[in-house]
């Protein structure tokens, strides 16, 4: 089966990144959350949608 090198290099590097974090995902939450208020990158952020209900789909 071909193995696309892309593919394979991403979850090498999110592997990497989860064992920083002995897989704890709240820890993992943590630390993006902390790199975000550290990054002077503008975030967007959009307002919440209300639920569509059964009469917007007909």
């Keep these: 089966m071909w193995k696309d090198p892309i593919v394979e290099e991403t979850r090498k590097l999110r592997d990497q990144y989860a064992n920083l974090h002995h897989h704890d ?13 550290q990054s002077r990158k503008n975030m967007v952020s ?10 917007h789909l007909t």
């Design 46 to 55: 959009f307002p919440p949608r209300k639920p569509m209900t059964a009469s």
């Design 25 to 37: 995902i709240d820890a993992i939450f943590e630390d993006i959350q902390q790199r975000q208020a």
